[in-house]
């Protein structure tokens, strides 16, 4: 997990480092360069490529591409560590949308943790004059739909191979990444090809290392080291990009994260229960 949470961090930090790059072309490389990876792992293992839920790959596909391109869209107005804690505000959304479409039953507690969490919006947005109000849409809107992804993830189920998956996500992102950019097109320059490139890798290795925690170890034991992510992005921001981050905004970022947190552990419990 922390090698997937570093990963992540790098293309969270590589994404606002282009930031003369347009969201639509960063979502076309990043999704490219995944796509190296994905395809010859299912060709060596025969895995079919179509899968077998196709209109629910499809539609998780469409849905994620959209989560990302508003992600990389709100990091051209926020300071990336508050970008990256926004958006980790999905489950909370992926939870309403679960009571509705999944029939899914909510505790007092989580309620109270996703209470707490959202206070910690509000303090980044009263208190913290770096929140700017077109990025906060962005990201807000951003999870919404990674939250969406979730119970769609959760329909697919186990039905289908988790880099069939990835693979719709990334050839639909890449199709659409690549349309949306004709007429945005920026030529990259220099070591900007470079760091194109690495999205793809970067964004792969995350997704694979974060799976094989899940796999090796207890999910209260791996899901809270997800967020460790914000702390490596937030040093990323200080260092390399001369950040600030006050009192206020880290006071907003903690509640978020214990917030998220106390959920997992919570609901973790719940489900060895049943």
């Known amino acids: 997990m922390l090698i997937s949470t570093f990963s992540f961090a790098c293309m969270n930090s590589t994404v606002k480092y282009l930031s003369g790059i347009g969201a639509y072309q960063i979502v076309f490389f990043r999704s ?24 629910l790959l499809v539609l998780r596909g469409m849905v994620g591409v959209t989560a990302m391109t508003l992600f990389f869209m709100s990091t051209k107005y926020l300071p990336i560590g508050t970008a990256v804690t926004l958006r980790y505000m999905a489950p909370i959304f992926a939870s309403f949308f679960a009571i509705f479409l999944l029939k899914q039953k909510m505790k007092p507690l989580q309620w109270l943790f996703f209470a707490l969490a ?26 919404i739909f990674s939250g969406l992804v979730y119970v769609i993830l959760n329909k697919i189920g186990k039905s289908e191979h988790p880099v069939v998956v990835v693979n719709y996500f990334m050839v639909i992102a890449t199709i659409t990444g690549g349309i949306l ?28 290392y974060m ?16 967020y460790i992510e914000v702390i490596f992005t937030l040093l990323f921001g200080v260092l390399i990009f001369a950040e600030i981050y006050t009192i206020w905004s880290l006071l907003g970022m903690a509640l978020i994260i214990a917030g998220l947190i106390l959920n997992v552990i919570y609901k973790t419990k719940l489900d060895k229960k049943k």
Do not use: C, H
């Open 118 to 143: 959202f206070s910690g919006v509000l303090v980044l947005k009263g208190f913290d004059s770096q929140i700017n109000n077109q990025g906060l849409l962005y990201v807000f809107m951003a999870s």
């Open 32 to 55: 490219l360069g995944s796509l190296f990876f994905t395809v010859p792992f299912l060709l060596r293992n025969n895995i079919s490529l179509l899968g077998n839920n196709k209109v």
């Open 181 to 208: 950019t004709i007429n945005t097109w920026i030529n990259p320059v220099g070591t900007e090809w470079i760091l194109l490139a690495l999205l793809g890798v970067f964004g792969y290795f995350g997704q694979v």
């Open 211 to 226: 799976t094989k925690a899940f796999q090796v170890a207890q999910t209260n034991q791996v899901a809270p080291l997800k």
